[in-house]
C-alpha cells in the first residue's frame, strides 16, 4: 500500500481470506453445541445507550472507567459501541417481553469493543459468543452450562484448557466480607497500586481482578468471599461442584476469581489456557441475578458466558489448523470462448451439490491460468479446450497428488468432482 493510503485503526484488524475457514469452523462448531442444548439466536445492535453499560457492568469497572468507546451522536445523546452482550441482551428481553413467564435461552455472536492496549489475544475490536439463559436459579443450570461449553472445547480440539470457578454470594453477603477485606487492604496499603487505593473506597472487590503483580501478592492472603457466602449461596456452589463431579468435568476452585464486571452473583467460571501469556482466559462467565430487575425488569435470575473468538482462533492456528480450507475445489481453465466455459461451470455447479468451483476470468495463455489455478489453492484443474468442447468432454488434471491428467466425458467429470467435494 502506498504511503499515503489510509491504514485500519489500531486495535481493528481484518480476518483475511485464508483466515476465515478457521473462524467458519470454530463459529459453526460452537453453534452446533448450542443447539444440542436448546439455544435460540438473537442479534443484537452494537450500539447502545451508555447509561445500560453504566448501570450493568459498574462504574468502577475498567470498562466503564476507561475501555468504553462513547460518543455523542447528532441528537446529543450519550451511545457506546457495546464492550460486551449480556447488557443489551438483558435490554432485549425486556424490551420484547422475552422473559416474561418465560425461560429463554438465547445465544449471540458478533464484534465487541474496548479500548484497551492492543496485544497478541487483546484487541479493541474483539468478537464473541455467548449465550444466557434467564428465569431459572437452579444449580443444574449452572452445570449443564459449564458442561455445554466443556464440550465446545473439546469439539473445537481444545484439551489443555482448564477450567476455574468460584462462587461471589448475593451482594448481601458480600457486604459482610466487604469490611473485612477494606480492613485487610488498610494493612497493606503500602504495596497497593494506585488503582487499587482508589477501589479500596469504591468497588474493593475489584482489586482481586488487578493484573499488578504487587497486588496480585497481596489479594493471595487477603480473606476471602468464599468463606463468608450465605447458607444458600453455600448450598447452591456446593450442588453444582458435585454435579461438576458427576459429569467428569475436571475444576480448580480459585477463591481470587471475581470476574471484571460487577453484575456477577454465586457461581463464576473461567476457562484458561497457558499458551496466549497474560491473554489466556478463552471463556467466561456466571450467574447475574439481580442484573434484569437493576435494569428495570422484574426480578428474573440468569447466567451467561462469553467465548472469545480471536483467543480460540489463535490456539487453533497455532495448531496448523486452517491449511488450504476454503479454497476452491476446482479451477476451470478457458481455452475456448468464454460462453461455452460459463455453461459448464454452471452444469457443473448444478450436478455436483457443494462444489466450490472458480473459472478463469481474463484469459491469459495456458500456462498463466494453470499457474492461477495453482495459486488459488485448488486441488483440481479443469480445462476446456477446442478439442475438449467438440467431444463435449472436460479434462480433468490433479493439481495436488499424483492422479494425473484425463480428458472424461460430463458424467465422468461430475462423478469424479462428487468425490473431491466429497472427500
Ligand atoms: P481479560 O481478563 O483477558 O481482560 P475479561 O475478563 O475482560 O478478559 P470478559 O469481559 O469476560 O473478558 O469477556 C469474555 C472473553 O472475551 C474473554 O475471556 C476473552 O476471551 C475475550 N476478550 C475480552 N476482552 C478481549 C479483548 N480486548 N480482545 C480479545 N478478546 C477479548
Ligand atoms: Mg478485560
Known sequence: MSSKGIRSVRGFSDVLPEETPIWQWVEGTIRQVLEAYGYREIRLPVLERTELFRRSIGEVTDIVEKEMYTFEDRNGDSLTLRPEGTAGCVRAGIESGLLHNAEPRLWYSGPMFRHERPQKGRLRQFHQVGAEVFGVNAPELDAEMIVMT??????????DVRLQINSLGTPESRAAHREKLVEYLHKHYERLDEDSRRRLETNPLRIFDS?????????????????????????????????????????????????GLDYYTRTVFEWVTDRL?????????????????????????????????????ALLAERGHGGRAGAPHAYLVVATEAAPALRLAESLREAVPGLRLQMNAGAGGFKGQLKRADRSGAGVALILGAEEQAAGEVTVKDLRGEGGQQQLPFAETVAYLREVVGA
Open 211 to 259: 493484573k499488578d503483580p504487587h497486588v496480585q501478592s497481596v489479594m493471595a492472603d487477603a480473606p476471602r468471599l468464599l468463606d463468608h457466602l450465605d447458607a444458600e449461596s453455600a448450598a447452591h456452589f456446593e450442588t453444582v461442584r458435585n454435579l461438576l463431579d458427576e459429569a467428569g468435568v475436571e475444576y480448580e476452585v480459585n477463591p481470587a476469581l471475581v470476574r
Open 150 to 159: 466443556a464440550r465446545m472445547l473439546r469439539d473445537l480440539g481444545l484439551e
Open 277 to 313: 501469556g497474560a491473554q489466556g482466559t478463552v471463556c467466561a462467565g456466571g450467574r447475574f441475578d439481580a442484573l434484569v430487575e437493576q435494569l428495570g425488569g422484574r426480578p428474573t435470575p440468569a447466567i451467561g458466558f462469553a467465548l472469545g473468538l480471536e483467543r480460540l482462533v
